[in-house]
Nanobody
Framework: QVQLVESGGGLVQPGGSLRLSCAVSGANIGDKYMGWWRQAPGKERGLIAAISTDDSTNYADFVRGRFIISRDNAKNTVYLQMSSLKPDDTAVYYC????????WGQGTQVTVSS
């Protein structure tokens, strides 16, 4: 059974930075196209960043230039480096394969507020 464990969230002031981690167990991410999603209160969960097996990346327009997705296949972990955070980035952040093959983890809460 595949488990996804997101971590690294917290409360940060506008303009601040956070680094999220997604540790995967029960499957090898090395051959997976991985992604980060987020869900804000009252909104649907949406894909914000993705990374292919050859490390090419894609971003939603509203995070491009501020967020960086990366992966460490040896650690079976995907990361999301977030900078220049805005209050609108407040959400629960999740990872999964690009096709959402696995059951969702618990996510990690990111709150951007002064």
């Amino acid at each position: 059974q595949v488990q996804l464990v997101e971590s690294g969230g917290g409360l940060v002031q506008p303009g601040g930075s956070l680094r999220l981690s997604c540790a995967v167990s029960g499957a090898n991410i090395g051959d997976k196209y991985m992604g980060w999603w987020r869900q804000a209160p009252g909104k649907e969960r949406g894909l914000i960043a993705a990374i292919s097996t050859d490390d090419s990346t894609n971003y939603a327009d509203f995070v491009r230039g501020r967020f960086i997705i990366s992966r460490d296949n040896a650690k079976n972990t995907v990361y999301l480096q977030m900078s220049s955070l805005k209050p609108d980035d407040t959400a629960v952040y999740y990872c999964n394969t690009y096709r959402r093959d696995w059951s969702w983890g618990q996510g990690t809460q990111v709150t951007v507020s002064s």
